[in-house]
């Protein structure tokens, strides 16, 4: 049993999606399918439940990535106790913001301002996102709605405006606008339950005199849009939530402005302890970046 299976584990159980958790990992799909394999070979027991073209993290898996978590836990935390002693640690910044949000001019002002930072950019995550911040797995979190909760602490950036994203041949694809009464008969793509963004798109419909009917829920926002791609439901999103993934045959309606559709993009991080310099620093140049 070798680390790399146990972190391509994780990411597989956490995604349970075999795609995704390959680019995630930078690896082919067929490679990340045979170290998993290999490892429930050594294992002696499956680890996922396999339904046609999806997996699912059965009840030995569940079991053994608590395990794995605290063994990959302990190693980060060992990891980072040498770059502590190498006086790297201090200027390390872990973020998790959607794709592009540091773009190229925006990286240039930051290392100009701040040569020696060092930056680690995970993958957006909005279920995750709060847990992630309490527990100092991440510094600073670029994501709209902001979060809120006990030790969270949230800075507004700009206001956006929501809309739905459907396939191209979809009914509804060639309105300029829609209401939210227009959509009680659709199938939605959306967040988990007791997220925000599906506690907003289900208050937004009640008032409208329906309940969404969801039937698919994922934690990032490119693994909503798979059965959106497919043609198989729509997506309550804000409009440049979705411009940096693959929109294809893909077609964006802003709800009409009566509706007062918008949701608040902002940086969120923990408010309980100090912040580090470095850590403010980025915080500043993003608030200033954004005024431009």
């Known amino acids: 049993m070798e680390l790399q299976q146990l972190i391509y584990f994780r990411c597989v159980a956490k995604t349970e999606h075999m795609g995704e958790?390959?680019?995630?990992?930078?690896?082919?799909?067929?490679?990340?399918?045979?170290?998993?394999?290999?490892?429930?070979?050594?294992?002696?027991?499956?680890?996922?439940?396999?339904?046609?073209?999806?997996?699912?993290?059965?009840?030995?898996?569940?079991?053994?990535?608590?395990?794995?978590?605290?063994?990959l836990s302990e190693i980060d935390q060992g990891k980072k106790e040498l770059l502590t002693m190498r006086g790297i640690e201090g200027n390390r910044v872990v973020v998790m913001c959607p794709p592009s949000f540091m773009s190229q001019d925006f990286m240039e002002l930051l290392f100009s301002?701040?040569?020696?930072?060092?930056?680690?950019?995970?993958?957006?995550?909005?279920?995750?996102?709060?847990?992630?911040?309490?527990?100092?797995?991440?510094?600073?979190?670029?994501?709209?709605?902001?979060?809120?909760?006990?030790?969270?602490?949230?800075?507004?950036?700009?206001?956006?405006?929501?809309?739905?994203?459907?396939?191209?041949?979809?009914?509804?694809?060639?309105?300029?606008?829609?209401?939210?009464?227009?959509?009680?008969?659709?199938?939605?793509?959306?967040?988990?339950?007791?997220?925000?963004?599906?506690?907003?798109?289900?208050?937004?419909?009640?008032?409208a005199g329906f309940l969404p009917r969801i039937i698919y829920e994922a934690a990032s926002i490119n693994d909503i849009l798979n059965p959106v791609r497919a043609g198989h439901c729509i997506a309550f999103v804000a409009e440049p939530s979705i411009k940096h993934y693959n929109t294809n045959h893909l077609v964006y309606v802003p709800?009409?402005?009566?509706?007062?559709?918008?949701?608040?993009?902002?940086i969120s991080y923990r408010s309980d302890v100090p912040m580090r310099p470095v850590v403010r620093t980025l915080l500043d140049l993003i608030i200033e970046h954004s005024k431009e």
């Open 255 to 266: 709800m009409d402005p009566e509706e007062n559709a918008v949701t608040t993009f902002g």
């Open 21 to 71: 958790a390959a680019e995630i990992l930078h690896i082919s799909q067929p490679a990340l399918s045979m170290s998993i394999k290999s490892l429930e070979g050594e294992l002696g027991v499956p680890l996922f439940d396999r339904v046609r073209k999806n997996i699912v993290l059965n009840r030995y898996g569940m079991a053994f990535l608590g395990y794995v978590e605290r063994a």
């Open 113 to 207: 301002r701040e040569p020696n930072i060092f930056i680690e950019n995970k993958p957006m995550n909005y279920v995750s996102a709060p847990k992630d911040i309490v527990n100092g797995t991440i510094d600073l979190c670029a994501v709209a709605p902001l979060i809120e909760g006990p030790k969270i602490a949230s800075i507004a950036l700009n206001q956006q405006n929501m809309g739905i994203v459907m396939h191209e041949k979809h009914a509804l694809a060639g309105r300029k606008t829609l209401f939210f009464k227009d959509l009680s008969n659709e199938l939605f793509s959306a967040y988990p339950s007791e997220t925000t963004p599906r506690t907003n798109l289900e208050n937004s419909c009640r008032k």
